[in-house]
């Protein structure tokens, strides 16, 4: 069974149907342009082909009428990269501002979408709240009264310290609204790793509520943010939501129920007309590799490419109802916003665990609300799949017209048991990676493209990426494996770091030089058929007697393994090797842990990787640590076991798991 699982990730095992190539986005795109496929397509919205002078110029060029996005004032080039790659100018001479796209057009007394759903959301206590897009016009106006009320200029910073409720629609587009620029910060963050960013982007008004649901407790908010206000000042100006009717402390001087701030303001305001660069949001970074980086985004980048990708990839359609799993407080929580509502259409957003009350709890909110396109990360996909296939059975997914993951590698057998038991085995899974840095993603599959398991597909379209080297030449023709970079800019990469160039120049554009190349930090490949895979991060590799290897290389060969339902492989000093790989498994129901499955996996690990990275130890547990995104913080695992501060954790969605690493069996 494990060959067999392996050998698939070689295999074209989803193949479109052809009455959805006809109808796809895209294919009427590439009709409209005369573009005969989707390697043309990729080819001519990427590089120099004849046709025009620069396929990136053309196509982003194209794509502010073909979607439908609208300019106050016109852009006087598509960009200006006098200065470089680094620092391209896009749509310069050019004014907008998202919130007019997403909410103003939508919302407007003569619209057609004024009393369709703008956001459909359920609690994880069972309620349930629908937001049309005239009650969200009104109310974003409200919010855009309040800021300048207190004083909030174009080009001011403002903190999102929120529960997932529908109340975070409209403070980021009331940010946008203002010129204001918007901070979401996770809600599952502490206060040092809260304060940090208060801190850092000086926000003067800062959103929160008095806490949310999750696995049937209340998780409270307010006494978090009062500390973190503490501990970083600048904030004048506290709104706080009332999701729990909760007694929460209180400072008459700064706090202000949401009711009283923002309901009783007008709701009639004059979106702002804005450069096409004017900053609309401030990003950080995970911190689980870190300090925490700001990345800056504008209104022309921020709305034109999860534009892009929900319509191309994601095939939006007008009856549409679009859930990623996410917070508001990850790039993916304002990407599903913004894509979604520049078209109109419905996202559906969920408070709580995916597993509270029960493991099923996904499948019923897809089978309740008819959800269109579903999200999740593979971590969240291999925990459930390990509660049994019966929870998926009973509930109709008959909806879903496409999957959608990202934020790190697949095994083979979790994205069959997503792509069969999930989708039907007729469902793409469009498998995307990008980053905060770029707001959307150097790759991402097309939904009109056949698919191996595990494959990201091809370059997102006007993505001009390769794969590298150490001296930064091309390897994909060779189908070696490289580093992912990218060899020109498109117009979400971010304009530069909150704390200055230097620092942006040094973490994404040294590495490669002559010519000038993002570097991403990605292992990438590009098979011998032209799908590209991912291997996990560059700078996690495992230097194991002068050999490397990545983190999720090691993981992955674990997990081909039929007993092994999840991995997480550190690096640990070693006095022969350097370093030595050390393994961490969670195994799948009912399987016992046994010495003899231990060396099962060492050598199936050895077998598959060389016998230098064969796990020095092979240890058990229940659950790793982990973002609220799904994903592993290794040096959490590495730092319990060497006994080596652990540093900033305030990322981290299940803190009890640091006990269970202590503790491995």
Not at 133 to 149: D, M
Not at 153 to 162: A, F, I, K, S
Not at 476 to 490: K, P, Q
Not at 618 to 623: A, K, P, S
Request: hydrophobic residues 35%; charged residues 25%; proline residues 5%.
């Amino acid at each position: 069974m494990t060959e067999d699982i392996e050998a698939l990730r070689e295999e074209v095992v989803h193949e479109p149907d052809e009455a959805f190539v006809e109808a796809a986005n895209v294919t009427a795109f590439m009709e409209a342009y005369d573009i005969a496929d989707g390697d043309e397509l990729i080819e001519r919205t990427t590089r120099d082909t004849g046709v025009e002078a620069s396929g990136l110029e053309w196509f982003w060029g194209e794509l502010p009428d073909y979607l439908g996005i609208e300019f106050y004032e016109p852009f006087d080039a598509v960009r200006d990269d006098t200065d470089g790659p680094q620092f391209t100018e896009w749509y310069p001479g050019g004014e907008l501002n998202v919130a007019h796209n997403t909410v103003d057009r939508h919302g407007a007394l003569d619209s057609e979408t004024r009393n369709k759903l703008a956001c459909l959301w359920e609690g994880e206590d069972g309620e349930i709240r629908e937001l049309t897009y005239h009650e969200l016009r009104r109310r974003t106006n409200q919010v855009a009264n309040y800021l300048e009320s207190v004083g909030v200029e174009t080009g001011d910073t403002v903190g999102l310290y929120m529960p997932m409720v529908p109340e975070v629609l409209p403070i980021m587009y009331g940010c946008f609204k203002a010129g204001a620029i918007a901070v979401p910060i996770f809600s599952g963050f502490g206060v040092d790793a809260t304060a940090t960013r208060i801190e850092d982007s000086e926000c003067s008004v800062l959103f929160t509520g008095d806490g949310f649901y999750r696995r049937g407790s209340e998780v409270t908010l307010k006494s978090a943010a009062d500390e973190a206000i503490a501990e970083a000042g600048h904030v004048e100006h506290t709104v706080v939501f009332d999701r729990l009717g909760a007694d929460v402390p209180w400072n008459d001087d700064r706090d202000e129920w949401w009711a009283d701030a923002v309901e009783t303001r007008s709701d009639e305001y004059e979106t702002k007309s804005l450069p096409s660069d004017q900053e609309c949001m401030l990003l950080y970074s995970s911190g689980t590799t870190g300090k925490p980086k700001g990345i800056v985004h504008t209104h022309a980048g921020a709305q034109i490419q999860p534009a892009k990708e929900l319509y191309f990839s994601f095939d939006l359609k007008p009856a549409d109802r679009f859930f990623w799993v996410s917070d508001i407080g990850w790039m993916m929580g304002p990407w599903t916003l913004i894509g979604t509502h520049t078209f109109g259409n419905t996202m559906v957003m969920y408070e709580g665990a995916p597993d509270h009350p029960e493991p099923d709890r996904f499948w019923e909110l897809i089978d309740r609300h008819g959800v269109t396109q579903f999200g999740i990360s593979p971590t969240a996909i291999r925990a459930l799949r390990k509660h049994g296939d019966e929870w998926v059975e009973g509930h109709d997914l008959s909806s879903l017209r496409l999957l959608g993951s990202t934020g790190e590698p697949w095994d083979p057998e979790s994205w069959l048991w997503f792509y069969d038991n999930v989708g039907g085995g007729d469902t793409p899974i469009i498998n995307i990676s990008g980053g905060t840095e770029i707001f959307g993603c150097f790759l991402a599959p097309l939904p009109t493209q056949s698919l191996k398991p595990c494959s990201l597909g091809r370059p997102g379209l006007g993505m001009d990426i390769d794969v590298v080297d150490e001296t930064g030449a091309s390897v994909t023709e060779s189908h070696d494996r490289g580093y992912l970079v990218a060899r020109d800019s498109n117009p979400a990469m971010t304009k530069s770091l909150w704390g200055g160039d230097e620092r942006y120049r040094h973490e994404y554009w040294s590495a490669f030089q002559d010519p000038p190349m993002w570097n991403h930090g990605d292992w990438a490949q590009e098979d011998a058929d032209g799908f590209w895979f991912l291997h996990g991060r560059a700078d996690d590799a495992l230097n194991v007697a002068g050999r490397k290897v990545g983190p999720a290389e090691i993981e992955g060969a674990a997990m081909e393994h039929d007993d092994i339902n999840q991995a997480a492989a550190v690096g640990v000093p070693d006095d022969t090797t350097g370093t030595a790989v050390v393994l961490y498994l969670v195994v799948e129901e009912g399987v016992e842990e046994t010495d003899g499955l231990r060396e099962e996996v060492r050598e199936l690990v050895g077998k598959e990787q060389g016998k230098p990275f064969r796990p020095r130890e092979v240890l058990f547990v229940d659950e790793f640590p982990k973002t609220q995104s799904g994903k592993i913080i290794r040096r959490a695992v590495e730092a319990t076991y060497t006994g080596e501060d652990l540093g900033d954790m305030s990322s981290i969605e299940n803190p009890a798991s640091l006990e269970e690493i202590e503790r491995a069996r």
